[in-house]
Nanobody, 122 residues
């Protein structure tokens, strides 16, 4: 089974922007919930943004700065990030679930990518 593949991470200064992409293979594309998660060193993985039935959900810490959206023609999930802060630093993962409305709880997601690193310096 093919995996999700993230890209777009990098190192930026505080206030900068990045656009993350997640390529979703065909056998996983019909999943009903998709999301972006992140994990900082020594911390648990946390939900950043999710999308299900065109409904977006965001963690309070990123609402208004991050945007999750799906390009069906490219089978790609995106995360636009602006106004980045040092506390946004971490490994970012995309994930899908075969159920609707899984929200921001990473335990609700079954299929994961390998992650892309985001580093924000002050």
């Amino acid at each position: 089974q093919d995996q999700l593949v993230e890209s777009g991470g990098g190192s930026v200064e505080s206030g900068g922007s990045l656009k993350l992409s997640c390529s979703i293979p065909g056998d996983l594309y019909s999943r009903y919930s998709m999301g972006w998660f992140r994990q900082a060193p020594g911390k648990e993985r946390e939900g950043v943004a999710s999308l299900s039935l065109s409904i977006q959900s965001y963690a309070d810490s990123v609402r208004g700065r991050f945007l999750i959206y799906l390009d069906n023609s490219q089978r790609t999930l995106y995360l636009d990030m602006i106004g980045l802060k040092p506390e946004d630093t971490g490994m970012y993962y995309c994930a899908t679930s075969e159920y609707y409305s899984r929200g921001l709880d990473p335990r609700q997601y079954k299929y994961w990518g390998q992650g892309t690193q985001v580093t924000v310096s002050s």
